[in-house]
């Protein structure tokens, strides 16, 4: 049974920084391209960042660039989500999918 599970969020204040994580299971995950989305009140869903299998491509929405990091590490069937100086419009649930599966979210609140 494939499951992703998030965790992570949290309340911050703006300028702060969290670490998502994206804990996978019941898939071959090595092998994996997992993607980080999020959904604001009230908006749909919103790419935020990619990152294949073995992890040398990468892919980020213009929003968080040079502010967000993606990372796996392979051996713990887990990929990370690092965010730097958050602002308040990154506030939204993060959600974590591969092919079809989604996690159920974690939710990022950015304020002071």
């Known amino acids: 049974q494939v499951q992703l599970v998030e965790s992570g969020g949290g309340l911050v204040q703006p300028g702060g920084s969290l670490r998502l994580s994206c804990a996978a299971s019941?898939?071959?995950?090595?092998?994996?391209?997992v993607t980080w989305y999020r959904q604001a009140p009230g908006k749909g869903h919103e790419l935020v960042a990619s990152?294949?299998?073995?992890?040398?491509?990468?892919n980020y929405a213009d929003s968080v660039k040079g502010r967000f990091t993606i990372s796996r590490d392979n051996a713990q069937n887990t990929v990370y989500l690092q965010m730097n100086s958050l602002k308040p419009e990154d506030t939204a649930v993060y959600f974590c999918?591969?092919?079809?599966?989604w996690g159920r979210g974690t939710q990022v609140t950015v304020s002071s």
């Open positions: 999918r591969w092919g079809d599966y």
């Open positions: 019941g898939f071959t995950f090595q092998f994996a391209s």
């Open positions: 990152i294949s299998g073995g992890g040398a491509a990468l």
